[in-house]
């Protein structure tokens, strides 16, 4: 059974750059059929799509986020990762990695089926 | 302010069935599939519909998609108290080439 499970620092400074990484288990990071994606959620607030990668091929990233955000694939450690730079008291959310269902060709599928547990990342001086 | 239009809260009794809308426009919703999101507190979301009226294993035949036009439904007959949550509907803009959620709806069983 795939799981994935978020890491990395709970308080950020502003300005600073958010790091995070999502551990995969269980199975390969290396499928073709998916996307692997990043998603948050400010505290009392709803879902934001933040970005997603494939194996091979572009990457996706939210307009509004776009020049702050980078992810990032590493298939020696089965593991993707989120950077988000300058980050402000806005950022503060928890933040989810989950695999991503996403189709080429419209109509596109598109489903996040594994989600990890979330990590909240506070920015803070 | 979501790309998806969902109403805040609904609320119905044990045993009842409920309906969520969730609205967009014809670059995401008439576009493309739908999934809905189950988030219990202090959990993760959790795929509950994906492909607008699939259902993942494990999930109840309680609960059921569709979509008419530019909006899509989720209904849940048989309400019990653990069904109380937060419901997100999401899909893809194409658009903006880009995911996109709705701003999630809180059931309430009375």
């Known amino acids: 059974q795939l799981q994935l499970q978020e890491s990395g620092p709970g308080l950020v400074k502003p300005s600073e750059t958010l790091s995070l990484t999502c551990i995969v288990s269980g199975g390969s990071i290396s499928s073709t059929n998916h996307y692997w994606g990043w998603i948050r959620q400010p505290p009392g607030k709803g879902l934001e799509w933040i970005g997603s990668i494939p194996y091979s091929g572009g990457t996706y990233y939210n307009s509004s986020l776009k020049w702050r955000v980078t992810i990032s694939l590493d298939t020696s450690r089965n593991q993707f990762s989120l950077s988000l730079g300058s980050v402000t008291a806005a950022d503060t959310a928890v933040y989810y990695c989950?695999?991503?269902?996403?189709?080429?060709?419209?109509?596109?599928?598109?489903?996040?089926?594994?989600w990890g547990q979330g990590t909240l990342v506070t920015v803070s001086s | 302010q979501s790309v998806l239009t969902q109403p805040p809260s609904v609320s119905a009794a044990p045993g009842q069935r409920v309906t969520i809308s969730c609205s967009g426009s014809?670059?995401?919703?008439?576009?493309?599939?739908i999934s809905w999101y189950q988030q219990l507190p202090g959990t993760a979301p959790k795929l509950l519909i994906y492909d607008t009226n699939r259902r993942p294993s494990g999930i109840p035949d309680r609960f059921s998609g569709s979509r008419s036009g530019t909006s899509a439904t989720l209904g849940i007959t048989g309400l019990q108290t653990g069904d109380e949550a937060d419901y997100y509907c999401?899909?893809?803009?194409?658009?903006?080439?880009?995911?996109?959620f709705g701003g999630g709806t809180k059931l309430t069983v009375l």
């Open positions: 999401g899909t893809w803009d194409s658009s903006l080439s880009a995911g996109v």
């Open positions: 989950a695999r991503h269902y996403l189709e080429q060709l419209a109509p596109r599928g598109n489903w996040f089926d594994l």
């Open positions: 014809s670059s995401n919703i008439g576009d493309n599939s």
